[in-house]
């Protein structure tokens, strides 16, 4: 598959993003993706994608939702991806080498060009990089960026204060083509992070207008952008001096807005839209049979939860049981059997399958539908605070009718009123998360950046993560997440963040709802329809028919 996205919540009931050179899908009848006739090609058709509107401008750094990040991962390529295995493959790096850990070698492939035609070189990076730490630069996914020495110089942890430096002590230039990362600590899954789309490198020309540039991107990817319609289209087109393994075998993507689910799949039908990411739930009893050969349904790497917004007065020190006990009162078998047509799984932990460190039935009983058991434990804490609670979700997602079923159990096994609180999209729903506007909880869905089980604890848990829109902080377990970090090899990181994940019981900084499946589609137009590991539609592999 090619690479990590960016680190992303999803928009969808299930959706996400991550592009491939070789990943997932197949050419049966089951469902899977794929084509069962292929037809003739035309090499430069140019087909459709469902999206929503991007929350913000079209900086690789400044993405952390699908969809944003399945337009900037077809502009940008990053240094390394890795394959369905899980093993690093080199994209724009000739090699990711180090010897403790520590001080990583980059060595790039040369003559990679950008799409207006400048050298992608190792200052490409490096200046990139601090750019996009530097925290007068505000940049979403900043904190990524904090592995690196001196990112404390460029990003202090007062917001208000300035840097102290414009450039991290840790990134040097070796020459045009080489260069090094040292960082504070070991990081024995460095290299994988790499992959995610905040380490993309940047042209010279962005520094000029970096707002400007947010509205045309240039990058070094697969696709060039062309125009940006907001709240109506995006379009790319194939860049022909591309050298990566993924070129593209279509002539672009149009990348549709749609403000709800059921109107996409409507279009779909119709063929005035050719790729789904996903099904709304109103259709999901009837999307096999309508599209038949055509219709998606495969696993990939990513959980929904309840987040769970630790800075207002409800939660700030309400006793973790409670939530336990709301976690026991929700019905997931009933749900994704019924309300979700069996199209998810009941999850029983907060790292999703597919990745690195997974392990089942982590959370012990507190996944289990219990209301005897859910009464008393938020007795036993103290009660929910009003006795009343509120799930925020985005309107646009197909979220409504599972956000009104989790309410309903909720309230039929405690007694605790539950309703929906619905954003308009998922853009106002990510910006009420900002701004800590989240009355009680938010609709989580995360998907992985890369395939290791760090991704889904340090990145949402950590005290400052980019991903923590619940701000949950707990100092001893940041320590141990620091442990993970800088043990003496990937194995070892990885027993440790499972040590970590059998602990997230007893602070329950999220609530464990489901492992998601693409559920999707594709128009008669199409063919070699495939879904990464992280659940978008591999955008390069599409052939448009003839």
């Not at 087109?237 to 075998?249: I, L, M, Q």
């Not at 119709?270 to 055509?294: C, H």
């Not at 539950?418 to 853009?427: H, L, P």
């Not at 495939?530 to 028919?545: F, M, N, R, S």
Request: with cysteine; proline share 5%.
């Amino acid at each position: 598959m090619r690479g990590a996205k960016s680190a992303k919540w999803v928009a969808g009931a299930a959706l996400i993003a991550l592009a491939a050179t070789a990943c997932g899908g197949g050419s049966d009848n089951s469902g899977k993706g794929g084509d069962s006739a292929k037809g003739a090609v035309n090499a430069n058709g140019i087909f459709s994608v469902e999206v929503g509107e991007p929350q913000n401008p079209l900086q690789p750094a400044n993405t952390m939702e699908s969809n944003g990040s399945i337009v900037t991962d077809a502009i940008f390529s990053q240094l390394v991806d890795y394959d369905p295995a899980g093993k690093l493959v080199m994209v724009n790096a000739e090699s990711v080498d180090t010897k403790d850990s520590k001080l990583w070698t980059v060595k790039l492939k040369k003559d990679w060009k950008f799409h207006d035609g400048t050298p992608v070189t190792a200052e490409s990076y490096v200046k990139a990089w601090n750019w996009a730490a530097n925290i007068k630069n505000a940049q979403t996914n900043a904190s990524w960026f904090a592995d690196i020495k001196g990112f404390a110089d460029v990003h202090p942890e007062d917001e208000k204060a300035k840097p102290k430096a414009d450039a991290m002590s840790g990134l040097k230039v070796v020459d045009d083509y080489t260069f090094t990362i040292e960082l504070n600590n070991p990081l024995p899954y460095f290299a994988y992070k790499l992959g995610y789309t905040v380490f993309s490198p940047l042209p010279e020309s962005f520094y000029a207008d970096p707002k400007a540039a947010g509205e045309k991107p240039v990058g070094n990817g697969a696709y060039k952008f062309v125009s940006w319609d907001h709240k109506k289209q995006i379009k790319v087109v194939r860049y022909d001096d591309y050298k990566g393994p993924d070129k593209a075998k279509n002539g672009g993507v149009i990348f549709k807005n749609y403000t709800t689910l059921e109107t996409a799949y409507e279009d779909l039908k119709s063929g005035n839209v050719d790729v789904l990411r996903q099904i709304a739930p109103k259709d999901l009893p009837v999307y096999r049979s309508d599209l038949g050969d055509r219709a998606v349904d495969k696993p990939y790497s990513a959980i929904q939860t309840l987040g769970v917004a630790m800075y207002t007065k409800q939660w700030k020190n309400t006793d973790p049981k409670v939530l336990q006990g709301l976690s026991m009162a929700i019905d997931r078998d009933t749900i994704t059997k019924t309300v979700l047509q069996g199209t998810r799984e009941p999850a029983t932990g907060w790292v999703a399958k597919g990745v690195l460190g997974y392990q089942p039935n982590v959370a012990g009983d507190v996944t289990t539908y219990n209301p005897t058991k859910a009464k008393a434990l938020i007795k036993e804490g103290g009660g929910v605070p009003g006795n009343k609670i509120y799930i925020q979700f985005n309107a646009d997602g197909g979220h409504k009718e599972w956000v009104e079923a989790v309410c309903n159990s909720i309230t039929q096994a405690t007694g605790v009123a539950c309703a929906g609180d619905s954003k308009a999209d998922f853009q106002a729903d990510l910006n009420a998360r900002d701004a800590k506007q989240v009355k009680s909880f938010y609709r989580g869905g995360w998907v992985l950046d890369y395939p290791v089980n760090a991704n889904f604890i340090s990145d949402l848990f950590r005290t400052g993560a980019a991903g923590n829109n619940g701000f949950f902080s707990n100092k001893d377990l940041d320590k141990k997440i620091a442990a993970a970090d800088s043990a003496a090899t990937l194995d070892e990181s990885v027993k440790g963040y499972q040590e970590i994940e059998k602990e997230l019981v007893n602070f329950m900084p999220t609530i464990p709802l489901w492992y998601y499946k693409v559920n999707a589609g594709y128009s008669e137009k199409v063919q070699n329809v495939q879904y990464a590991q992280d659940g978008d539609p591999i955008l390069t592999q599409v052939q448009v028919k003839k």
